[in-house]
């Protein structure tokens, strides 16, 4: 029963981890079906809220959800300020000018970071009201940190699917997805669409940098997670909702196994093989959104 | 203006166009030959620095600006190049031989890559090669018996038969010397049929295959030569910097190499060139700018990445084309004087470039 029981805790850890790649991703797809834009910088922005998440709550001291809250009200402004004044110019330009600016975003800001006084490049932890405690579910112990994970993911994931289906605002930013042209026609207005996709996608990074901060720590290169989430949105097709939710939980899941049945070094580059494999095998990832294309 | 009258397929194809491009070219010549002469020590090791960036780009620039394919992988190409390289001249193997065999077994890398992306287009082979390189950063870092591991290998001095390139100019005439070899191959390369085929793939994939252009076989060609080309550079680059650890050839190597090519001009060798000189000076650029802000040392390794990062980003926006495409527009505002349109460069958007529509 040992083996058993130490599956089941790998599985439900990596769903964990899953479910903040899962979440990045999100952010990642948000944006690019509004827009076309795949936003390398998404895993800075994280790192961005999460010190954000830590001047409020561990400077500040706020308590936790208000602090987190105002960071993933900051964020959003932030989001919405680098679509209007970075993005909003590109748009209609080829695909590698806006991967290459978008990475360049994530250097500034990362260098930003490092430049302001109180954050720099040392590591910072926020104490969450949960954090160090655990519960026992049926003989395994899980981390209190992990489950707050998975249940603010679930929590997220509602509120995304009834934003979109039931919201006179979703609605609008479903047709801009589909054809910018189009919804423009209607009468949608397609740039504050736009901005208000970069805003709740930077909200969402806030968000998952302040709930992994109990477990990682907060420091500066910490928007590396960010390029675990990219096999996980291809994974599940990159224009996929669902599809980057099951991405990221297969991806999670995967490492957590990769990681401890595997010899050392396998954890790491699990995901990447996956995603080599499965491109290899399905170009258009596991959840395809195609149709003929147009000349 | 002077617009070139084309008369016939041969003068189209010709590498000198015409005579003024030719004395250009020419005293291009004399000065590189004669920089040992002129230059300092150090200037020269810069020079070498900037052939062996300029030989990476050549490939990179088939691959992102005539092929329009983007990795962002190449690192993972400049350190087969470097490994291979390091590990057979440890063998006793001569430079003759290990500098063709490092380039083949990052072809060979690249191929493998291509048999697993050629159906890829855009972001996810972008994706694909990302993974690419992580996978061989990893390998590099674990496989110890053969790469030393993180604690790095050593590598030796070339030796070509009896001559040992042990000065800096020796090791400056080697490196330019592949890079005008390497050009000159791209592009013979570029104005034969692959090299149209390749433009036709990047200008839109649907017509070229609807000219009869096989576009996996193609891209695969492609791939592998720009993986080739880049190995070569890793090569020289492990002998230039003469000790090798796998944390050299991070993903910030690779975005370092996007940068060289679309600072440069996508779609131009010159382009690559311009690009790799962008490359070598900027680091130095930086530090001036340091002591002139007298920025305290904190903050140096921020504000290397910001000023990156942010030249990134002003490039894209403001300057697209990037330097060669700036040295175009100086040269027709001259020759237009005053004639000259800002029009005449404007962007066109594409808004119905879909890329889940396929």
Redesign the interface.
């Known amino acids: 029963m040992q083996g058993l029981s130490e599956f089941v805790q790998m599985v439900i850890s990596g769903t964990a981890i899953g479910c903040i790649y899962a979440i990045v991703a999100l952010g990642f797809v948000l944006i690019y079906k509004a827009s ?1 834009i ?1 936003n390398f910088a998404q895993g800075d922005l994280m790192m961005l809220g999460a010190f954000l998440g830590f001047t409020f709550i561990g400077i500040a001291g706020m308590p936790f959800l208000l602090g987190l809250v105002l960071a993933m009200a900051c964020m959003a402004l932030i989001g919405a300020a680098l679509d209007r004044i ?1 993005l909003r ?9 806006i ?3 978008t ?13 302001l006084p109180g954050w ?2 040392e590591t910072y932890s926020i104490s969450a009201p949960y954090s160090g405690t655990a519960s026992a579910l049926g003989g395994v112990a899980i981390g209190n940190e992990l489950l707050a994970i998975i249940a603010a993911t679930l929590v997220l994931i509602l509120a995304l699917y009834l934003f979109f289906r039931h919201t006179r605002l979703g609605i609008a930013m479903q047709a801009t997805s589909q054809s ?2 189009a919804a423009y026609h209607v009468g949608i207005p397609v740039k504050s669409i736009l901005s208000l996709t970069w805003a709740i996608s930077a909200a969402m990074a806030a968000l998952v940098g302040v709930l992994l901060a109990p477990i990682t720590f907060v420091h500066v290169n910490m928007g590396f997670i960010g ?1 675990k989430a ?2 996980a949105a ?1 994974l599940g097709g ?2 996929s909702i669902p599809g980057a939710i099951v991405g990221g939980l297969i991806i999670g899941i995967v490492e957590a196994l990769a990681g401890f049945y595997l010899p ?2 396998f954890k ?2 699990a ?3 996956l ?2 494999v499965v ?2 095998l399905r ?3 596991l959840f395809a ?7 | 203006m002077h617009v070139p009258m084309t008369t016939s397929y041969v003068q189209e194809i010709r590498l000198v166009r015409h005579g003024a491009d030719g004395i250009w070219y020419g005293l291009l010549a004399l000065a590189v030959l004669a920089a040992p002469a002129l230059a300092s020590e150090y200037l020269l090791s810069q020079l070498s620095v900037l052939a062996i960036y300029a030989i990476a780009g050549v490939g990179m620039m088939l691959l992102v600006g005539y092929a329009g394919q983007i990795s962002l992988g190449h690192a993972a190409f400049v350190a087969a190049g470097a490994y291979t390289e390091a590990i057979l001249r440890a063998k006793g193997l001569p430079f003759a031989l290990t500098l063709p065999i490092a380039g083949a077994v990052a072809g060979a890398l690249g191929l493998l890559l291509a048999l697993l992306t050629a159906r890829l287009a855009g972001l996810y082979l972008a994706i694909a090669t990302l993974a690419f390189a992580f996978i061989v950063e990893e390998v590099l870092t674990r496989w110890e018996g053969l790469t030393g591991g993180s604690s790095g290998l050593a590598v030796g001095r070339i030796a070509l038969g009896p001559l040992t390139i042990d000065a800096e100019w020796k090791f400056y005439y080697l490196a330019v010397g592949l890079l005008v070899a390497v050009v000159l191959g791209a592009l013979n390369l570029l104005r034969s049929r692959t090299g149209r085929a390749l433009t036709a793939i990047r200008d839109s994939e649907i017509s070229a295959q609807s000219m009869g252009v096989h576009l996996a076989l193609y891209k695969s060609i492609v791939l592998t030569a720009s993986a080739a080309l880049t190995g070569v550079a890793g090569a020289l680059y492990a002998h230039k910097i003469q000790f090798i650890t796998p944390d050299q050839f991070t993903i910030l190597m690779s975005v370092e190499l996007l940068v060289l090519v679309v600072v440069g001009g996508l779609g131009s060798l010159h382009g690559a060139v311009l690009g790799a000189a962008f490359i070598v000076m900027l680091p130095q650029a930086i530090m001036v700018l340091r002591d002139v802000l007298a920025v305290s040392s904190k903050f140096q390794i921020g504000l290397d990445a910001g000023v990156y990062g942010l030249l990134m980003v002003l490039f894209m926006l403001f300057e697209p084309r990037g330097l060669y495409g700036r040295w175009v527009k100086i040269k027709l505002y001259l020759n237009t004087f005053p004639f000259y349109r800002r029009a005449t460069f404007r962007r066109q958007r594409q808004y119905q470039k879909s890329e889940r529509l396929r």
């Open positions: 076309e795949v970075v110019p590109m748009v209609g330009q080829p695909v590698f000018a991967v290459i600016i990475i360049g975003i994530g250097f500034v800001i990362r260098s930003v970071v490092i430049a720099g490049s910018q042209l390029l990219f096999p291809v990159f224009g050392e070094g790491d580059v995901a990447y093989v995603l080599l491109l290899a170009p258009q990832g959104q195609t149709a003929a294309k147009k000349v």
